[in-house]
Each structure stands twice: as structure tokens, then as C-alpha cells.
T-cell receptor, first 114, second 114 residues
Framework: DARVTQTPRHKVTEMGQEVTMRCQPI?????VFWYRQTMMQGLELLAY????????DSGMPKDRFSAEMPDATLATLKIQPSEPRDSAVYFC????????????FGPGTRLTVT | GNSVTQMEGPVTLSEEAFLTINCTYI??????LFWYVQYPGEGLQLLLK?????DKGSNKGFEATYRKETTSFHLEKGSVQVSDSAVYFC?????????????FGTGTRLTIIP
């Protein structure tokens, strides 16, 4: 049963520290998404990649957030420096982008910045 | 732009009750429509989908019919169980030359009491 995996599942850090979240998409999927979920804002799309190339990162605060896909099996989302307002659950999702448009979500990384 | 409006929650029902969660949409073009479900502590899972008008998506006893005339995709289940307690998200996507992004509703929290 293929699944998207994310590490770490939980992260507590102090304001100003760097945070790196990792995602392993489902093998064979060519599109990867990063979402952020908070009670106030709901589910927000931060960035997404197709065939490892960034397609859209307009949802991401550019001054502190960066997203990359160093290879087809790894996507990373980095926050530097982190702030308390970054506290949220960050989800990675992957899909094979045909007309089905189906996305498969990972379990998320719960980030708390104190 | 595209948008999805969902029934406000939370919704609390007794086991075996009939469920309806309303979803209406605004879309430029012809969207595909989805319902995702999020169980506590987990990522979103695709529950069902419909890709054209009058299509009915179904899964695990849940159904939703793509109604173009009313721009709606209401989720229904005839007899809910405690295990259906979760947050339900309606979403749409419109074909855009490879630059498609899911637009999510705000989610409806459903609690089923025994």
C-alpha cells in the first residue's frame, strides 16, 4: 500500500531556528504539493512541483520559506528563521498529474514554534 | 476566480442518522469535484469524486452528485456510524493547461454520537 511519508511528525522549536520538513512522495508520482493547515486559515497551498520543477510557490512567504526537490524521492520545505505564526500542520501530497487530478496526502508535520 | 462554499459546522448526529453536507461552488470553466475526509491526526484522503455534470461519485456508503444547474456537490450518507466522525472537505479543480490547483472549502467537522 503506497503512501506519502513525512518526517518529522512533530517538531517543537524556538523562534529564530531553522526548520526542515521532509516528504517522500509515492513512487511514480510526478507532482508534489506542500500545504499548511491552521484553525484560522484552513488549508493553504504553499507550493507545488511537477517533475521536480517548481510550478507555483505564490502561497509561500518568500523571505523565510523555501521548497525544493533534490530528487524524485524527496521534497523539502525549509523555514529560516521560524516564527510563532508558522505554527501549523504542514502536509505534503503527491499525485500523477493526469485528468484524474487525485492527490494523496501524507500524515503531516505538526510544527510548534515557541 | 474559483471558490467552494461548504456547510458551516460542526455537525453532530446520532448513529444511523441521515447525513447531508452541503457544498456549492463557483468555477471558471468545467470543474472536477471532490470530497476529501480527514480523520483525527491524519492527512486528507480522497473520499469520492465526479468529473462531469450528473456524475455520481460514491465510496464507503457516501454519495455526491455533480449538479451543474445548481453548482452543487452535496455529500450524503444514509446511515452514519461513529467511525465517520471526521472533517470533510469539498474541493474543485479546473483544467488549466497543466497548472491545476485544488480549491478547498473550509471543511465541515462531523461528530457521530452512539
Amino acid at each position: 500500500d503506497a503512501r506519502v511519508t513525512q518526517t518529522p511528525r512533530h517538531k517543537v522549536t524556538e523562534m529564530g531556528q531553522e526548520v526542515t520538513m521532509r516528504c517522500q512522495p509515492i513512487l511514480g508520482h510526478n507532482t508534489v504539493f506542500w500545504y499548511r493547515q491552521t484553525m484560522m486559515q484552513g488549508l493553504e497551498l504553499l507550493a507545488y512541483f511537477r517533475n521536480r520543477a517548481p510550478l507555483d510557490d505564490s502561497g509561500m512567504p518568500k523571505d523565510r520559506f523555501s521548497a525544493e526537490m533534490p530528487d524524485a524521492t524527496l521534497a523539502t520545505l525549509k523555514i529560516q528563521p521560524s516564527e510563532p505564526r508558522d505554527s501549523a500542520v504542514y502536509f505534503c501530497a503527491s499525485g500523477f498529474w493526469d485528468t484524474s487530478y487525485e492527490q494523496y496526502f501524507g500524515p503531516g508535520t505538526r510544527l510548534t514554534v515557541t | 476566480g474559483n471558490s467552494v462554499t461548504q456547510m458551516e459546522g460542526p455537525v453532530t448526529l446520532s448513529e444511523e442518522a441521515f447525513l447531508t453536507i452541503n457544498c456549492t461552488y463557483i468555477a471558471t470553466g468545467y470543474p472536477s469535484l471532490f470530497w476529501y475526509v480527514q480523520y483525527p491526526g491524519e492527512g486528507l484522503q480522497l473520499l469520492l469524486k465526479a468529473t462531469k455534470a450528473d456524475d455520481k461519485g460514491s465510496n464507503k456508503g457516501f454519495e455526491a452528485t455533480y449538479r451543474k444547474e445548481t453548482t452543487s456537490f452535496h455529500l450524503e450518507k444514509g446511515s452514519v456510524q461513529v467511525s465517520d466522525s471526521a472533517v470533510y472537505f469539498c474541493a474543485l479543480i479546473v483544467s488549466n493547461f497543466g497548472n491545476e490547483k485544488l480549491t478547498f472549502g473550509t471543511g465541515t467537522r462531523l461528530t457521530i454520537i452512539p
